[in-house]
Nanobody, 123 residues
Framework: QVQLVESGGGLVQAGGSLRLSCAAS????????MGWFRQAPGKEREFVAA????????YYADSVKGRFTISRDNAKNTAYLQMNNLAPEDTAVYYC????????????????WGQGTQVTVSS
């Protein structure tokens, strides 16, 4: 079992930045693909970014390319999402996910999920 805890959310003005963290416990994440998703009020959960386990290759939704960066520190058992140039449409609860399978993470079918952290971007 892997437990995931997100942190770093908050209220920020448009154009600002936040860095989300996803701290894992129970198992080392080095063999897991990690991903971030978000869900805005009244909308379905959507993929934001993912990072492979061994290659560290990254994947992004078109809506965040060039603004968000996903990374991982296996020594700290933590994944990150650096969010720059935030816009009001980025307002959502952000969730961290993990799975051995990168396609499963990207497809929203990861085995492990955190409880989410709220990000609110004011205009």
């Amino acid at each position: 079992q892997v437990q995931l805890v997100e942190s770093g959310g908050g209220l920020v003005q448009a154009g600002g930045s936040l860095r989300l963290s996803c701290a894992a416990s129970g198992r080392t994440i080095s063999r897991y693909a990690m991903g971030w998703f978000r869900q805005a009020p009244g909308k379905e959960r959507e993929f934001v970014a993912a990072i492979s386990s061994y290659t560290g290759r990254t994947y992004y939704a078109d809506s965040v390319k060039g603004r968000f960066t996903i990374s991982r520190d296996n020594a700290k058992n933590t994944a990150y999402l650096q969010m720059n140039n935030l816009a009001p449409e980025d307002t959502a609860v952000y969730y961290c996910a993990a799975d051995y399978s990168r396609p499963a993470v990207v497809g929203g079918r990861g085995d492990y999920w955190g409880q989410g952290t709220q990000v609110t971007v004011s205009s």
